[in-house]
T-cell receptor
Framework: NAGVMQNPRHLVRRRGQEARLRCSPMKGHSHVYWYRQLPEEGLKFMVYLQKENIIDESGMPKERFSAEFPKEGPSILRIQQVVRGDSAAYFC???????????FGPGTRLLVL | AQSVSQHNHHVILSEAASLELGCNYSYGGTVNLFWYVQYPGQHLQLLLKYFSGDPLVKGIKGFEAEFIKSKFSFNLRKPSVQWSDTAEYFCAVNARGYQKVTFGTGTKLQVIP
């Protein structure tokens, strides 16, 4: 039973480019969460999605960041016009139902040059 | 909004020493509590969780944690650590009924053979 998959594992972008991070939840899981971990900090919640719906985006920056979880395919976290401050590890988690334990993927480490 | 404090940022122990990592949270309502571990180069894994019932929770690899409601604490313990326990440990909390999980800043544990 495959766990949460994230790709790419490492991503390098120059300032102003776009970054697309993908997350495939565990089989049977329909709830996806994105977290960001800045250097020397804990994980910060960004957004919670169910299939085709954004449920809670209270942790998402207001500009340049967007997330989706289409009916088919992985969840995508998109960062437009990246800046150096976006450099971080981005983790995706999934759960089977609301209020169930979240299982984490290996993360995507984004480096903005 | 809830918050989580992990007071020890870096702990160094010799093998066979006992471990206790502190975790305090602030939230007035009912919470779910978690400890996650991140081994070097790997993703977050769930060590143990508390939703309700017995406040002494047993997890994997000999870890346990005790929920003390009056102290808003959920400290992690292990009687005798091994070199393979070297990792970063994160305490996390979410308010019952909400999906957003708030993480502490983590404690890096280094076990010396």
């Amino acid at each position: 039973n495959a766990g949460v998959m994230q790709n790419p594992r490492h991503l390098v972008r120059r300032r102003g480019q776009e970054a697309r991070l993908r997350c495939s939840p565990m089989k049977g899981h329909s709830h996806v969460y994105w977290y960001r971990q800045l250097p020397e900090e804990g994980l910060k919640f960004m957004v919670y999605l169910q299939k085709e719906n954004i449920i809670d985006e209270s942790g998402m920056p207001k500009e340049r960041f967007s997330a989706e979880f289409p009916k088919e395919g992985p969840s995508i976290l998109r960062i437009q016009q990246v800046v150096r401050g976006d450099s971080a590890a981005y983790f995706c988690a999934s759960s089977q139902e609301r209020q169930e334990t979240q299982y984490f993927g290996p993360g995507t480490r984004l480096l903005v040059l | 909004a809830q918050s989580v404090s992990q007071h020890n940022h870096h702990v160094i122990l010799s093998e066979a020493a006992s471990l206790e990592l502190g975790c305090n949270y602030s939230y007035g309502g009912t919470v779910n509590l978690f400890w996650y571990v991140q081994y070097p180069g790997q993703h977050l894994q769930l060590l143990l969780k508390y939703f309700s019932g017995d406040p002494l929770v047993k997890g994997i690899k000999g870890f346990e944690a005790e929920f003390i409601k009056s102290k808003f604490s959920f400290n992690l313990r292990k009687p005798s650590v091994q070199w393979s326990d070297t990792a970063e440990y994160f305490c996390a909390v979410n308010a019952r009924g909400y999906q957003k999980v708030t993480f502490g800043t983590g404690t890096k544990l280094q076990v010396i053979p």
